[in-house]
């Protein structure tokens, strides 16, 4: 079956409006997702474009631009509903309205065609299910992010995986705060770590953390859960791959979640933003210098021992 695909580019105080106006006009789905044509959770200076995929908990999380797409039937009905949507809808877009006709695929799983096998550190592959990594003895992390954020893909996820494969873990216990697709918590469970606690506001990141750690075999030494459901216990290993705004926000959270002499490790924060967010952490830790990539750091501390 084939699809009259509607094609709209908004602001975000326009896009609830917008959506329930192609939902009305007879769409029956409608996605949306980053303004600019930068990879999810990236920030496209020259635009002006932010993605805020991992915002503080409880946020929404929105773009400053947002493309929305509205899938309609390919028959006259369909058609019809599609072209007088793109009309009417125009004077409250940031440009013209495109149609343009699909045919049917499994479009949950074609954004993952250009995924391939790439290998972090060095010993730690990430490799999305059903393909396979060329060394035989490596630590290999099965990967369907599904609707979450996390493929290693982008430098800040890709910084985390690197700081994962050369910290020893054997034995630890390891917070991942915006657990996403939990790559970094199961991660550090398949690189030694005896227990990992993922945290996600989206119920979809928590349900793609659980199913990749089942087909990982560590759900048993993983415990999945909501910000309000954060543990008592403190880890040895405190990681968080948010934004800036809301890392510093959750310092004293996140001091208190990790042990004396423990281990921290931040990203999604700009290179910018580092001087800022280290400052935020270091009444309760020790903090390292910071580790850049394609405009992007890794902060990286030590607990400071208890009085």
């Known amino acids: 079956m084939a699809w009259i695909e509607l094609e709209l580019l908004t602001d975000r105080d326009a896009a609830p409006l917008l959506e329930a106006a192609l ?13 600019g044509d930068s990879l999810a959770g990236e920030i496209d200076s020259r635009a002006g474009l932010e993605a805020v995929l991992e915002p503080a ?24 509903q599609a072209e007088h949507a793109a009309e009417t809808l125009a004077p409250q877009c940031l440009a013209t ?14 954004w993952l065609e250009d995924l391939h096998p790439q290998r972090f550190g060095q010993r730690l592959w990430i490799c999305p299910r059903g393909q396979a990594v060329p060394e035989p ?5 099965d990967l ?26 054997r ?20 690189l030694g770590a005896a227990r990992a606690i993922a945290i996600d506001h989206d119920p979809q990141a928590l349900e793609a953390t659980r199913e990749n750690a089942e087909v990982n075999a560590v759900g048993e030494r993983l415990c999945v859960g909501r910000p ?3 543990p008592r216990e403190a880890s040895d290993l405190v990681l968080a791959n948010i934004l800036a705004e809301p890392l510093m926000t959750l310092a004293p959270t996140l001091a208190r979640l990790c042990k004396p002499d423990g281990l921290l490790a931040l990203s999604g ?8 967010v280290s400052a935020a952490y270091w009444p309760d830790f020790m903090m390292d210098p910071p580790v850049e990539r394609e405009d992007w750091v890794l902060l990286t501390g030590r607990r400071r021992p208890s009085d």
Do not use: Y
């Open 269 to 276: 924060i700009l290179t910018r933003q580092s001087e800022a």
């Open 228 to 230: 309000e459901e954060l």
């Open 57 to 80: 908990p409880g946020a929404t999380p929105l773009w400053r631009q947002l493309r929305i797409k509205a899938l309609f039937e390919d028959d006259p009905a369909g058609t019809m």
């Open 23 to 35: 939902e009305n006009a007879g769409a029956l789905a409608v996605t949306m997702d980053d303004g």
């Open 144 to 169: 369907d992010p599904g609707l979450a954020f996390g493929t290693g893909h982008h430098a800040t996820t890709a910084l985390c995986l690197e700081w994962l494969d050369r910290t020893p873990l």
């Open 137 to 141: 003895d490596a630590v290999v992390i």
């Open 97 to 110: 309205p495109s149609l343009h006709r699909l045919d049917d695929r499994p479009w949950e799983r074609v």
């Open 171 to 190: 034995g630890k216990t390891l917070l991942d705060f915006g657990c996403g697709s939990g790559i970094l918590a199961i991660t550090a469970l398949k």
